[in-house]
């Protein structure tokens, strides 16, 4: 996957994570279920950002970005701010 494979999926998961959000406005959709699939989209919002992460990082110190692996949802979430 490359950066701009992995920026467009950042992209659509954003889009995704906008219509949910006004669907839940208009009252169209379920609050837990609502909440649950943006959980769920934050999760894979943080994965792509950590892989982006490790690709540029890989890149900017001479290795291969190709290295660098998608992290689990345990790990990405339990980053510290």
Known sequence: MSD???????KK???????LR???????????DER???AEIEVMLDQCW???RQRRA???SGGSPEEAQ????RQVEGYLQ
């Open 22 to 32: 006004a669907k839940a406005v208009a009252g169209e959709v379920d609050p837990v």
């Open 4 to 10: 701009q494979d992995l920026l467009a999926r950042i």
């Open 70 to 73: 998608l992290n689990s949802p």
């Open 50 to 52: 950590d892989l982006l």
């Open 13 to 19: 998961l954003v889009d995704d994570e906008h219509r």
């Open 58 to 60: 890989r890149q900017d």
């Open 36 to 38: 649950k699939r943006l």
